[in-house]
């Protein structure tokens, strides 16, 4: 199973991960450094951090693997971000 993930509420994941406990082989999620909007964000789940951890420590199930790539949407000198587009992650969601 995979999915985008950003500022999702914990209540929303763990409702998630309590509902399919032990349901998949693989969680895999995908996080940017922008907004659908284009606004930069902070990443919350780097490698070492707290909430990678927690994601990490069996709330899926005890043999689930879960990882987290990143998606980093880099605006060119010069560019507004509308020459980035959502097109790519759009077809994330494919």
């Known amino acids: 199973w995979g999915s985008l993930i950003a500022d999702d ?3 929303a994941i763990a409702a998630h991960a309590a509902e399919s406990f032990g349901l998949y082989h693989t969680v895999a999620f995908i ?3 922008t907004t659908q909007t284009m606004a930069k964000r902070d990443t919350r789940f780097d ?3 707290l909430n990678l951890k927690v994601l990490q420590s069996g709330i899926f199930g005890p043999k689930t693997n879960v990882s987290v790539d990143f998606y980093s949407n ?3 000198e010069g560019g507004s971000g509308d020459d980035i587009s959502l097109l ?3 077809l994330q969601r494919g």
């Open 9 to 11: 509420s914990w209540h």
């Open 31 to 33: 996080e940017s450094n």
């Open 47 to 49: 490698e070492g951090s």
């Open 74 to 76: 880099i605006v060119t």
């Open 88 to 90: 790519r992650e759009n």
